[in-house]
């Protein structure tokens, strides 16, 4: 659709309940409007899911794309094998110049485990100036953060006060990335530096764009351990609200659900957090195994 807004996240089935109300989210919040166009990247999401998932929005505004993560990434041996317990599709979003069409100029990344509570065009219509990329800082605020941030910012030469944004929602500039080659270099980056990656794309974006990044208002990336006034998104970071385990913000947890009950996941009920360990333990043997493939494959090349 012309002048539509066009937003991307990356989802698998484990997390499709997630997405599902923040579709509705955005629906339900969406008022002056534009049409939407939605691409979904699915790590080998059901046909059930895809189904129900457009189920969850006003079919007369918003278009689902759909793009299958093995169709973009045949070969993953040039992702950054990192020592996280992130699962690889988090660097999917770096990737939307191999998705998106080429005459889209702007775009707007979130991950699946937020609600809007704001229309979104609001986002959609936010100037970026000469900026490329803009963001919210995150819990960490400046890259010096012990416990987050950019360890060797100093070898980098980043100056320590330099605010560090979180990568869970992205405002992009589709055609300075692509002209910039700034999924190549984010790429690179992490590479050399993945003992660094503690949070791996997050920690690449912002080596690249240190002091380069417009800052939003804080509203639009609000966590659920924390109660602001008004916030304009809310961001379930840790601790997901399908879990019996989460233990945060208890009113955003009963606006999920407000969200998921207009959905075919209306029956949903919180599950056992031995499922989430379990789903943080799998990450972490695939990319051991992945990497032990990968290293297999140099030898026999040599």
């Not at 207009?262 to 949903?268: A, C, S």
Request: glycine letters at 4%; hydrophobic letters at 40%; charged letters at 20%.
């Amino acid at each position: 659709m012309p002048n539509a807004i066009t937003i991307f996240t990356v989802c698998d089935n484990h997390f499709a309940v997630l997405l599902a109300a923040l579709i509705k989210s955005i629906d339900a919040n969406h008022h002056t409007g534009e049409p939407v166009n939605l691409y979904i990247v699915g790590d080998q999401l059901s046909t059930a899911n895809k189904e129900n998932l457009v189920k969850c929005a006003n079919p007369a505004i918003f278009s689902f794309f759909w793009v299958e993560i093995l169709d973009i990434m045949k070969d993953k041996s040039n992702l950054p094998l990192d020592n996280s317990s992130f699962p690889l599709i988090v660097y999917i979003r770096l990737f939307f110049p191999l998705f998106l069409p080429s005459e889209i100029e702007k775009v707007i990344y979130l991950d699946v485990d937020m609600i809007v509570r704001k229309d979104i065009s609001l986002l959609w219509n936010t100037d970026l100036g000469d900026k490329m990329i803009a963001g919210v800082p995150d819990r960490s605020e400046i890259v010096s953060c012990s416990w987050g941030g950019i360890a060797n910012y100093k070898e980098l030469g980043i100056a320590p006060e330099t605010k560090y944004f979180n990568s869970g929602l992205l405002f992009i500039n589709c055609r300075k990335w692509i002209a910039s080659n700034i999924t190549e270099k984010i790429v690179t980056c992490i590479s050399r530096n993945t003992k660094y990656a503690n949070f791996p794309d997050q920690y690449g974006l912002n080596v690249i764009f240190a002091n380069q990044w417009l800052e939003l208002d804080s509203r639009w990336n609000s966590y659920s351990m924390l109660e602001k006034e008004d916030p304009y998104l809310i961001h379930f970071i840790g601790i997901k609200p399908i879990f019996t385990s989460y233990s945060y913000v208890q009113k955003y947890k009963d606006e999920f659900y407000f969200y998921l009950r207009q959905t075919p996941w209306v029956n949903f009920k919180p599950v056992g957090n031995y499922v989430r360990l379990f789903k943080k333990l799998q990450n972490k043997i695939f990319k051991k195994g992945y990497r032990l493939l990968m290293s297999i494959k140099r030898l026999s090349s040599n």
